[in-house]
């Protein structure tokens, strides 16, 4: 499945491919992304078929003219026409994949841990984007620097990403946070069932 979005660089532009890629990813979906700029092939397409640009294009059906439509929106028609990926992982009830869904039993989003980015502090280096294995950052092209795209896909108590970070732009809760969450929680007596499953396997 082909996804075409057609347009001359700008922010409408940039906020539409911003939206697709971000779908294209939480969905899971099998489906290739091409962006076109060349004036040329604008011209070429536009007499055929578009007439106000930037517009998203599935498999020569329109989707948007010349404004953004809300990401809802797009998520529904891009859902509706591509197929999710045949590695694709199951979602739980919170949306998250299932795999980052919980910690220790504990449902993710109860757990307040995952980075910040202090934009003032970012070059756009791409260390974070690149080398995190969850994906939960994002680069956001137009201003140059990286966002925290999916906070709640971060591994608890990890950072890697601060370590990385050598303009210290990252940054993290107090990791007592999530001491006081061991401790209240009983996570030490499901890691000891864990740890004892583990010895048996």
């Known amino acids: 499945m082909k996804i075409q979005i057609i347009g001359t660089e700008g922010s409408l532009q940039n906020e539409l491919k911003s939206h697709v890629e971000d779908i294209i990813h939480e969905e899971q979906l099998e489906c290739q992304l091409d962006v076109v700029h060349n004036i040329q092939e604008i011209l070429e397409l536009e007499e055929k078929q578009i007439f106000l640009t930037p517009a998203l294009v599935i498999d020569d059906k329109i989707l948007t003219q010349g404004h953004n439509w ?66 939960v950052f994002d680069f956001d092209a137009e201003n140059g620097v990286s966002v925290v795209a999916r906070p709640l896909q971060c591994m608890v108590g990890c950072t890697s990403c601060q370590v990385w970070c050598i303009y210290d732009a990252i940054s993290f809760p107090n990791p007592n946070s999530i001491k006081d969450i061991i401790k209240k929680r009983g996570v030490l007596t499901l890691a000891k069932q864990q740890l004892a499953e583990k010895k048996q396997g």
């Not at 891009?78 to 869904?101: V, Y």
């Not at 109860?110 to 070059?123: F, G």
């Open 70 to 135: 809300s990401k809802n929106h797009i998520k529904s028609f891009i859902t509706s026409h591509c197929r999710k990926r045949a590695d694709a992982q199951p979602k739980s009830s919170s949306g998250l994949p299932e795999q980052f869904a919980k910690w220790k039993g504990i449902p993710r989003e109860e757990i307040e841990w995952y980075p910040s980015v202090d934009t003032d502090k970012c070059v756009g280096c791409g260390m974070c984007v690149t080398s995190c294995g969850r994906s």
